[in-house]
Each structure stands twice: as structure tokens, then as C-alpha cells.
């Protein structure tokens, strides 16, 4: 059995014995932000640009954007923020942006999709990012959503390097892409798993749907097994891979994310602290046998249950 170790958090992400995890906020507005950073996030692992916009008609103008996000960015000076491009289609259309009806928005051209049409559109919020990382003074990452290969991955890259961001990075929600990670991590600079949209992909069950939504459990071990495949690729190429979906909120599978190799956690402000407490009571070596508990079960309740009964 794992020991329990201290309840409080003490603001910096790591296993008992000093492993780093960084544990970050998830946001999507300046309230969000000072949330995030009142609740000790030790940066942010994922600001959803696409949330500034889902009412807006026309696109807004570079110094629009750059405004916007400096405002979210305030609060984290000094600290590492990853801006998410913007994230359009599918559950979040952005009347400016929207495709053409498609007949499975889910599956067609969104996210980092839209760019390959309307690369000007990128160009700009690149532009407005970098101002932004000037006048906040937040130590800015940049990262692409719904990337499926590397050469997406590094098309990427290359414009936000040409826009002056020299951190690129991109999420890892497309089987592909987590199947791929090695390649992609050479591609780019960091990585961060969307478990949400990469359960949704995996399972072939809308995220949206309530009928389906036992298959996107985060504990299910086929996720798991493809979570442990970018772990791999973070420890054999040495560049950061965390995790930005709700999986990581989840205190005991933060342990599990910890123990696949995965380096940050990033969530919503509510779950910052009982993560952090929870790396915090483990060591490195506990949260590897808890991964591999978890991973040797075929159920996500098996795998609920291995875990909570190493930590009893
Ligand atoms: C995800 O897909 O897990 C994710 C973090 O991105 P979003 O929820 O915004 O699609
Ligand atoms: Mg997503």
C-alpha cells in the first residue's frame, strides 16, 4: 500500500521525493486567470482563446486580441502560460470562423484545420499572442488544438517561431497524434494531452452526447494505454507532455498521469490544490505501480478500484 502523506498542498507540483509535475489552471477568461492563480496554479497548462469569442460577429482585430489576452495573462508574470490557438468548430463553432455545414463537425475542419484554409487568421492571433507575452510579461508557449500529424505539427511550428513565440507546442487529442507522439515531440517543443476530445476520438463517442458518455470515462484503460504511449515519448525525448483535460482534476488519476510519465496537470481552479496535495503524498516510485495497476485492468471501474485499494 501507498502511504498518505500531507493534506495540504504546499504550492509546488511534485511527488513526495521531488519528481516534478507542474500543476497548472485551465482558463478561458480574466476571472478565470485570478481564479487560477488565487487557488496557487503554478502557471496555466491551457487558456481557451476560442472562449474570448463565442459571441463575437467579425473577427476582432489584432490589438482586439492582444488586449484580451493580456488581460487573462496579467495575473501570471513571470509564470509559464500556454495561449491555445483558437479551438473553432465542432462543440465550440465561432460564427467568424465556421466551415460550411458539414455532416460530422466533430470529424471535419476544425481547430488548427481551420489554419490550413485561412492561414492569415493565425497569422494575426500569432501576432496578437506575442504582443500580448510583451505587455503582460507571462512567459508565453504557444500550442495548435486537433493536430493529427507531425507535419502538421510542424507547419505549426514554423509560423509561430516566424511570428516570434520560440515555444510551439501541440495538443494530442486524435489517436493518430498520441500514436505519433514521438515524431510530433520532435517536431515541437512540448505537448499537452486534450483527454476530452483524444476519449471522444478513441471511443467514437460524442463528447457531447449523455448516452455515450460512459465510454469517455478518463479511467478507461484503452485511454490509459494511449496517455502511456506519450509518457514514453516525454521520457525518451526529454520535452514536457501534460495533460489539459478533465482527466487531470481527478486527484488519484493525476497519481496515475504522474506515474505514465506524464510532466503537468492543468485544470480547473476548484481541483488545483487537492492535486497538488495529492502528487505531494506519493513518491515517483508509487505513482509508477500505481499507473501499472491501473493499466493491467480492462475496466475503468478495475482500474478505479486497483488504485484506490494501493492507496487504502
Ligand atoms: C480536451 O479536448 O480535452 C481539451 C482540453 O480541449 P477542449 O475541452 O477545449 O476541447
Ligand atoms: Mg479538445
Given at each position: 500500500a501507498v502511504a498518505a502523506g500531507p493534506?495540504?498542498?504546499?504550492?509546488t507540483g511534485a511527488?513526495?521525493?521531488?519528481h516534478v509535475v507542474k500543476v497548472y489552471g485551465n482558463v478561458g477568461s480574466p476571472a478565470d486567470a485570478q481564479a487560477a492563480a488565487d487557488a496557487g496554479?503554478?502557471?496555466?497548462?491551457?487558456?481557451?482563446?476560442e472562449f474570448c469569442y463565442l459571441d463575437a460577429s467579425a473577427e476582432p482585430t489584432v490589438d482586439e486580441q492582444r488586449q484580451a489576452y493580456t488581460a487573462v495573462l496579467s495575473?501570471?508574470?513571470g509564470k509559464p502560460v500556454i495561449v491555445r490557438t483558437l479551438d473553432a468548430g465542432a462543440d465550440k463553432p465561432l460564427a467568424f470562423l465556421s466551415p460550411e455545414a458539414e455532416p460530422n463537425p466533430a470529424l471535419g475542419v476544425r481547430g488548427l484545420r481551420i489554419a490550413f484554409d485561412r492561414p492569415e487568421v493565425l497569422d494575426r492571433q500569432l501576432a496578437a499572442i506575442a504582443g500580448a507575452a510583451e505587455d503582460s510579461g507571462a512567459v508565453v508557449s504557444v500550442m495548435a488544438p486537433m493536430v493529427a500529424t507531425a507535419d502538421e505539427a510542424a507547419w505549426f511550428a514554423e509560423r509561430a517561431r516566424a511570428a516570434g513565440l520560440d515555444r510551439a507546442g501541440v495538443m494530442i487529442e486524435i489517436p493518430a497524434a498520441a500514436l505519433s507522439a514521438r515524431e510530433i515531440l520532435d517536431a515541437v517543443d512540448f505537448v499537452s494531452v486534450g483527454t476530452n476530445d483524444l476519449a471522444q476520438y478513441t471511443f467514437a463517442a460524442?463528447?457531447?452526447?449523455g448516452a455515450v458518455a460512459k465510454l469517455n470515462d478518463p479511467w478507461q484503460p484503452a485511454l490509459l494505454r494511449l496517455l502511456k504511449l506519450i509518457g514514453d515519448a516525454a521520457t525518451a525525448t526529454g520535452k514536457p507532455a501534460g495533460v489539459c483535460g478533465e482527466?487531470?482534476?481527478d486527484p488519484r488519476l493525476a497519481l496515475v498521469l504522474a506515474g505514465l510519465g506524464l510532466t503537468s496537470v492543468s485544470m480547473n481552479a476548484p481541483a488545483i490544490r487537492s492535486v497538488g496535495a495529492s502528487l505531494a503524498s506519493v513518491t515517483l516510485d508509487d505513482a509508477r505501480s500505481l499507473a501499472a495497476a491501473a493499466l493491467s485492468t480492462g475496466t475503468p471501474a478495475d482500474a478505479r478500484a486497483v488504485v484506490a485499494a494501493a492507496l487504502k
Open positions: 493534506a495540504e498542498w504546499n504550492g511527488t513526495a521525493d521531488g496554479a503554478e502557471g496555466v497548462g491551457l487558456f481557451r482563446t495575473p501570471f508574470r460524442d463528447r457531447q452526447l482527466a487531470a482534476g
